[in-house]
């Protein structure tokens, strides 16, 4: 292909070159192993099929964090692996004078380089035929994908596979597939308690409070949040949705110009979530004020909901 023109460099992002400052998937490493185990056997891609903000792009992340620091078989060493935005793949591009689809460009580059695996989230949108060409842009991937050219990580949720892809049946036999289940309570502690460390670089902001103290807000936050609580949106799932309001309370304490979170901070962000039904809020509100009782009066708090 034209050497000016890169789709990986032009709408990728490698993710084996970003800066982590922890483990991007905790507590994932049994879909971490499959997802290795697919990547080394040729001929095979993988597919991360499971509901929306349960961490399939974490999956993805935490496999480039270990080909990063060389935590993988050798056969991995050395791989780049890119995460491309599937709508940034519909579209042409003027090369040489000529109008080519950039999906046939990018299948083009993936098979003239090596050692590279391109992640593709939603790729059930690349089974839908685009409107306009009437092209079946899952179709161009095929030839590579079966000479083992084209090494791919695809995500989409339950849903999307069973109403697109298994319509696809050419397509799908090119993937092993990899089920990605909701973590369970135990395991979403976990996940935010690595997760913290990375909030609080971020945002410039610390939590104000030892690790004993982080985690009970933690777990009070992903208990607010439970299957029975929550307002049934996208994203609503563990870890996304209680992941979402501990972002939101260093947020609170950013507007404060607070170099700390503080329970008041906490406080606010579940005051003001969204994704939790009022009458279930108004409850865990009560019951956030007896549990951290002797921070707020040491703190000489007056919460008001």
């Known amino acids: 292909m034209n050497d000016k023109i890169s789709i990986l460099e032009r709408y990728g992002e490698d993710l084996v070159a970003k800066e982590y400052i922890t483990d991007p998937s905790i507590a994932r490493e049994e ?91 939603e790729v059930h949108l690349l089974t839908k035929n685009d409107g306009q060409t009437n092209m079946d842009f899952a179709n161009m991937f095929k030839a590579g994908l079966d000479r083992g050219e084209i090494k791919m990580i695809g995500a989409t949720t339950s849903e999307e596979y069973e109403q697109y892809i298994l319509r696809d049946r050419a397509f799908l036999r090119r993937f092993q597939r990899i089920d990605v289940l909701e973590p369970n309570q135990e395991t979403t502690v976990k996940i935010m308690m ?8 971020n945002m410039n902001i610390k939590m104000g409070y030892t690790p004993f103290i982080a985690e009970k807000v933690c777990r009070f936050i992903v208990e607010l949040t439970d299957e029975y609580k929550r307002v049934y949106e996208i994203g609503s799932r563990y870890p996304d949705i209680a992941l979402t309001i501990l972002a939101n309370a260093f947020t609170y304490a950013a507007f404060d110009n607070s170099k700390e979170v503080m329970i008041k901070h906490v406080y606010e962000a579940i005051l003001n979530a969204k994704n939790v039904y009022e009458d279930a809020k108004r409850k865990e509100l009560i019951r956030f004020k007896e549990e951290f009782k002797d921070l707020i009066l040491e703190e000489g708090l007056n919460l008001v909901d």
């Open 194 to 201: 690595g997760t913290l460390p990375k909030i609080e670089k």
């Open 31 to 121: 879909e971490i192993k499959q997802l290795i185990l697919t990547m080394l056997t040729p001929e095979k891609s993988a597919l991360l099929i499971g509901k929306a903000g349960i961490g399939k792009t974490a999956i993805v992340e935490g496999l480039a964090y270990r080909i990063k620091n060389n935590m993988v078989p050798n056969a991995l060493f050395g791989y780049s692996l890119y995460k491309l935005n599937v709508t940034s793949l519909f579209g042409n591009l003027n090369v040489d004078d000529q109008v080519e689809n950039r999906v046939s460009l990018l299948v083009k580059e993936l098979a003239g380089r090596e050692k590279t695996i391109v992640f593709i989230d």
